[in-house]
């Protein structure tokens, strides 16, 4: 062994620290001082004294050890295997019989649900947080247990790490349902609340594969109601809403304060056949209400796509759920500091040229806006959101010359494109988010305006609409409009007409703008002087006049002359006229008034 010490020992100083130290180490040992390249003293194994060197050499305390021996042959020591071993039970999960019940219910183990999710050439899983959480609580090695425990706890039931998928670093946490459920206790809180924290610091998004029944309610004490419990994961939520994007996909049953999740996360996806979430358990609707009904009647994926709207998608199998979010992050950037990805521009999957064809001249004939769609975005892109909440109006992700944008379009097909309440919530949470990430919008509007009636009036038509056109009205990204064919009513306001700063307001020759439809336009203004024509034929002839002379009032033409809208392009060239606007106005700022903030929620 060789060992330096600063100057300031003299020799038989020196001396002395090599007999003591190769006394204790039983091998020779050599003492340098300072910077001197010879030994100021040598003990050799047998005992012999050392010699000293140099006895005019000064010595002071302190000293630096180099092993004198090969350390290539070392290898790692018991500590480390008890370690690894260690290691390699928590990675077991929760009791066997727990996890043999996982393959009952179509589902991966967690451990294997990580490996599905970040292998591969762009995705690893690059290292987790909190592997050891309430090992004292459960290990045989632990403080507070004995060897004859079978209550395991590993990682407390939730997987926090930091991940790479699909190229993009991301933060990532994940329940173990083999675990009490994928139940939340105090470790696993912790843990939950640090990574959201440092997604924060990081701008890195964040994934949550939630498999949950909630809070473990016999460990409540300590995580429930605390300044740092399990409530304060709701409050980082709000903190990350809009700062990076949250995405959770639903794997089980998510129950109490573990539905809160998917639903504060930007998207949900649930799985088929395997998810539910709702504010209580089947048993406590029952003990509470007296109501009968199965999880997936209460929570399940076709209640939060078809009624509750709190899904995004639904997935139909493990695999089919990565797909989508693989899909879906493509079109989204990782903070609000930073523009969506581009890619290489693709063809659209149909050709412009028929757009026109597709648009029935009369205003009141349906037809599919996706048939539209497909003629303008890249081949490929389109990434259809909520399709079956409020479905007359369509929200979707696409990209137009390889620039991703937000699609906000009427939808003919299901009620002639009425906006009814669900609609204009949905496309206002829409608008609302893409806006957050600076995501572009393009409008396409064609409709008779916000859906009238007892019904819409008490399901809140004049809330949910207010809420639409407050989402227009704030968005700052480039926003581009397209009247399409009909823009009646306050439907042009909230599909982002001239008065919503667009950059853009484009007409197509099938485009009309009004405050009404000729036919209710007629029969507001002309109702009792076409009541007093007796003849029949004559009232029909006058009707058809009217109607006439008020469409060429909002013609499109007419819009185009009075300058309300910017420009009538021909329908083939739409798709190229939307490319090269949103290019241009692709580093546009705009700002707000300077306020907190509104107070339309």
């Not at 640090?194 to 924060?200: E, I, P, V």
């Not at 695999?319 to 979010?325: M, N, T």
């Not at 957050?436 to 009636?453: E, R, V, W």
């Amino acid at each position: 062994m060789r060992v330096r010490i600063t100057a300031g020992a003299d020799g038989e100083e020196a001396a002395a620290i090599a007999a003591a130290l190769a006394d204790h180490v039983g091998e020779t040992v050599e003492v340098y001082c300072g910077d001197e390249s010879d030994p100021t003293a040598v003990h050799e194994i047998d005992g012999e004294p050392g010699v000293p060197a140099d006895e005019g050499t000064t010595a002071s305390p302190g000293a630096e050890t180099h092993d004198s021996g090969d350390d290539d042959d070392l290898e790692p020591t018991e500590r480390e295997q008890r370690l690894r071993e260690e290691i390699a039970d928590i990675l077991e999960g929760g009791p066997e019989k727990y996890r043999d019940q996982l393959a009952e219910e179509g589902k991966l183990f967690v451990r294997d649900r990580l490996e599905l999710w970040f292998s591969g050439a762009d995705s690893e899983l690059r290292f987790e947080d909190g592997t050891f959480a309430a090992f004292d609580d459960w290990h045989s090695s632990g403080a507070n247990t004995d060897e004859d425990t079978d209550d395991r706890l590993p990682a407390d039931g939730l997987i926090t790490a930091a991940a790479t998928f699909e190229g993009r670093d991301i933060h990532v946490m994940a329940n173990d349902y083999t675990v009490k459920r994928g139940s939340m206790a105090a470790k696993g809180v912790e843990k939950f609340l640090r990574m959201q924290q440092r997604a924060l610091k990081t701008g890195n998004p964040v994934f949550y594969l939630m498999d949950s029944s909630g809070g473990r309610i016999d460990q409540q004490t300590g995580f429930f109601a605390n300044r740092e419990g399990i409530g304060k994961y709701y409050y980082n939520h709000s903190m990350l809403s809009g700062r990076v994007p949250q995405i959770c996909v639903l794997y089980g049953p998510s129950i109490a304060g573990a539905a809160y999740t998917p639903v504060f996360a930007d998207f949900t996806i649930m799985v088929e056949g395997m998810s539910a979430m709702a504010i209580a358990s089947p048993r406590m609707v029952q003990m509470v209400t007296g109501e009968d009904i199965d999880l997936q009647e209460l929570g399940g994926p076709q209640v939060h796509m078809r009624e509750s709207g709190s899904a995004d998608l639904i997935a139909d199998d493990e695999e089919h759920a990565r797909e989508l979010v693989a899909q879906l992050i493509t079109y989204l950037p990782d903070n609000a500091d930073e523009t969506p990805p581009k890619r290489e521009p693709t063809a659209p999957a149909k050709s412009p040229d028929g757009i026109d064809a597709i648009v029935p001249q009369q205003p009141n004939r349906g037809y599919d806006m996706t048939d539209v769609i497909d003629r303008i975005v890249d081949a490929g892109s389109y990434f259809e959101l909520r399709p079956d909440y409020g479905p007359e109006i369509v929200t979707a992700y696409a990209r137009i010359d390889g620039r991703p944008v937000g699609i906000v379009a009427n939808q003919p097909a299901h009620r002639a494109g009425a906006i009814f309440p669900d609609a204009a919530e949905k496309a206002a949470e829409f608008i609302w988010k893409s806006d957050a990430f600076n995501i572009p919008l393009l409008y396409l509007c064609d409709t008779p305006g916000f859906m009238a009636g007892s019904q819409v009036e008490k399901d809140g038509i004049l809330e949910q609409g207010k809420k639409m056109i407050y989402a227009t009205s704030s968005a700052t990204v480039p926003k581009q409009t397209v009247v399409v064919r009909k823009a009646y009513g306050a439907g042009i306001y909230a599909m982002g007409g001239p008065a919503y700063d667009p950059e853009s307001v484009i007409g197509l020759p099938s485009g009309e703008i009004a405050i009404m439809g000729p036919e209710a336009a007629i029969n507001a203004v002309y109702a009792r002087k076409l009541a007093e024509i007796d003849d029949p034929d004559e009232r029909e002839r006058m009707e058809k006049e009217l109607r006439e002379e008020y469409r060429e009032d909002i013609d499109i033409h007419r819009m185009a002359s009075e300058v309300v809208i910017d420009e009538i392009v021909p329908p083939s060239a739409l798709r190229e006229e939307l490319a090269a606007r949103f290019d241009f106005y692709a580093d546009l700022e705009k700002s707000l008034p300077d306020k907190k903030h509104g107070t339309i929620l």
